[in-house]
């Protein structure tokens, strides 16, 4: 089973960059569509490229974070016609929204968002984002709390602060943001409050479906 970066597509299979112990380099993965009838060391094909992060909107438009210095972090590149496109902007996280319109957060903690054409700067600092299916974005802030950093949800083009905190986070196709924290606990918030599952992650992945 590979290690690293999970995001599932809209129809339920994962998309993984993954770390090559030793080399210093990843590699992009996309599950099989026969990966429950094979082992785990086959339910795997690699895509060209190479990548620190990944996203995959609900329209299943793949936007990478890739491994060329940049400003921002690392230069920023969508799949098109099975090529990696540069996409003219830089960053560390990405997620994207159910249009195929990318978010990221730059090494600065910066936030943007490519509106189709351009990158526009959205106000507050982030270490990482996760965007919905329904359009819903939450972010990891800047705040240290007891879990890593609180977490936020955009409302009305405002930070909410949702009274949680973690290291990393994902979006659910209704808008419930999945976290995981700095002892790796992994959270859900129902709406209303936060509910911990059972398990560990260093990272976490919602599908569109």
Known sequence: MPVGWVRPDPNGKSVCVTYLGGTGEYEVLVQKESAKK????TAWSKLSG????????????????????????FQISKLANNKWQDMKGSGLRIAVGPKGNAWTVTKDQSIFRHDGKVWKKISGKATDIGVGADGSVWVVSTKKARGGYQIYK???NKWQNMKGSGLRITVGPKGNAWIATKDHSIYRHNGKVWKKFSGKANDIGVGAD
């Open 38 to 41: 094979t082992s785990p060391r």
């Open 154 to 156: 955009r409302v009305n």
């Open 50 to 73: 190479k990548a620190n992060d990944i996203g995959v909107g609900a329209d299943g438009s793949a936007w990478v974070v890739s491994t060329k210095k940049a400003r921002g972090g």
